[in-house]
């Protein structure tokens, strides 16, 4: 499980990078580029606004 703390900087990094623009594979592939666990990401996601139900359907897509 990822610290509070370090969980945070990603999430504050990931709102950064989605209100310049990225769409949500962009702030996929930054979690998976600072190895945050995938099972910890559809929370995070959904602290950055996406619905949770569109998130299961789309990480299925991706095989998560």
Do not use: C, W
Not at 12 to 32: M, N, P, R, V, W
Not at 37 to 56: A, R, S, T
């Amino acid at each position: 499980m990822t610290s509070e703390f370090v969980r945070n900087i990603h999430l504050a990094t990931a709102q950064s990078l989605k209100e310049k623009g990225a769409d949500l594979y962009g702030i996929i592939e930054h979690f998976e580029n600072v190895f945050m666990p995938m099972d910890e990401v559809p929370e995070l996601l959904g602290q950055l606004g996406y619905p949770q139900q569109d998130l299961k359907q789309f990480l299925k897509n991706l095989h998560y």
